[in-house]
């Protein structure tokens, strides 16, 4: 089983996250107990995101079980978070363990805020691009972008996409492509 954590806080955008985690969580509908898609937060306390919706995180910074994926999703809240000292020191602690880190839209900042993304290929949101690249990132437009253990996807919608590329990594072409037609969405997993 591949335990995935996806980092939430206050301000997140709701699609970032909850896109990657419906992809993530619904193969165990088709091959049961492969992932464990679990919501990450600094703390246990309920976190509101940007449009209002309310989120009870499965484990803390503190209690998170060791994670095979670390995923961070953007939002507003992204630019007091990512300068946060205990989301500092989370990702210090976790990246390592990590086979990929991965992010969508502006989740990007988190890895470049912890200097891991120095040197690298990385996408964020389109209108943040030059703001990312002056983190020392070579920024591409693409809607996923995968440089050795680092993958980053696009702006909010494209949380999916990362989701697909990362069932296709880890299970196959075969059964990323059954839980996009399962879920009704038109996609090629080759192509990503």
């Not at 246990?44 to 994926?69: R, T, Y």
Request: with cysteine.
């Amino acid at each position: 089983m591949v335990t995935i954590g996806i980092v939430i806080f206050s301000n997140v955008e709701e699609l970032d996250f909850v896109a990657p985690f419906e992809v993530l969580s619904y193969i165990n509908k088709i091959a049961p107990n492969s992932t464990k898609v679990m919501l990450i937060a600094p703390s246990l306390e309920p976190v509101q995101a940007f449009n209002g919706l309310k989120i009870l995180p499965d484990a803390s910074f503190e209690s998170a079980p060791v994670l095979d994926i670390l995923l961070f999703p953007g939002g507003k809240g992204r630019i007091e978070w990512m300068k946060e000292p205990s989301m500092r020191a989370f990702i210090e602690a976790r990246h390592n363990e990590a086979t990929y880190l991965t992010s969508v839209c502006t989740g990007a900042f988190f890895l470049a805020e912890a200097g891991l993304l120095l040197g690298k290929e990385a996408t964020t949101y389109h209108s943040t691009f030059d703001e990312l690249a002056a983190y020392g990132v070579n920024v591409v437009s693409s809607k996923v972008v995968h440089d050795g253990k680092i993958i980053t996807a696009a702006g909010v919608s494209s949380g999916l996409e990362l989701g697909f590329y990362l069932l296709r990594e880890l299970f196959g072409v075969k059964l990323a492509q059954e839980v996009a037609e399962k879920i009704e969405y038109e996609i090629d997993v080759n192509k990503l």
